[in-house]
T-cell receptor
């Protein structure tokens, strides 16, 4: 099925650095969700966005619902080692179907 | 939000056997789904578990291989039948609470 274009695929950063990742699509979405997945675990919801232009924070995490409704980004500020994991975006379209990005693997060097 | 419990959390299975994964939700939900996530991959929807009727399978997944039960609005099972090494994956139960999806902790199956 359709997948969202998520980038970058992987990142290697130093502890303390800020991180940015994004998801784009050629289609409009009504909801954007961001998840973090640790190895062998299920994805955990980080942030949910329901309106175009919405900017929401969860601690050091900030996500925005793009004004065109075709994209979203997630920023992590002042990264720490426990931020390591795979981050997924998900979008809900007009047909109430969810699509997932391919994930961004984040590595943080202490 | 929804709290979703899955079991087993992980298992090592013999080729040719079948395993049933259980999913329990802490509240009644209409929409429950089963996903598969192969190593290093994103999430692939297997089927929608419908309460009181047969599950709706996505292309490439069939009932004989992945039978699903949904006896009520808080519980579902997924069986992986006649397993082969290609079935080694994380299997995830999820629920849609309206416009947000929540996932269980996953069941990590390794087929040997």
């Amino acid at each position: 099925g359709q997948q969202l274009n998520q980038s970058p695929q992987s990142m290697f950063i130093q502890e303390g650095e800020d991180v940015s990742m994004n998801c784009t699509s050629s289609s409009i979405f009504n909801t954007w969700l961001w998840y973090k997945q640790d190895p062998g675990e299920g994805p955990v919801l980080l942030i949910a966005l329901y309106k175009a232009g919405e900017l929401t924070s969860n601690g050091r995490l900030t996500a925005q619902f793009g004004i065109t409704r075709k994209d979203s980004f997630l920023n992590i500020s002042a990264s720490i080692p426990s931020d390591v994991g795979i981050y997924f975006c998900a979008g809900l379209n007009n047909f109430n179907k969810f699509y997932f990005g391919s994930g961004t693997k984040l590595n943080v060097k202490p | 939000s929804a709290v979703i419990s899955q079991k087993p959390s992980r298992d090592i299975c013999q080729r040719g056997t079948s395993l049933t994964i259980q999913c329990q939700v802490d509240s009644q939900v209409t929409m429950m789904f089963w996903y598969r996530q192969q190593p290093g991959q994103s999430l692939t929807l297997i089927a929608t578990a419908n309460q009181g009727s047969e599950a709706t399978y996505e292309s490439g997944f069939v009932i004989d291989k992945f039978p699903i039960s949904r006896p009520n609005l808080t519980f579902s099972t997924l069986t992986v039948s006649n397993m082969s090494p290609e079935d080694s994956s994380i299997y995830l139960c999820s629920v849609d609470t309206g416009n947000t999806i929540y996932f269980g902790e996953g069941s990590w199956l390794t087929v040997v």
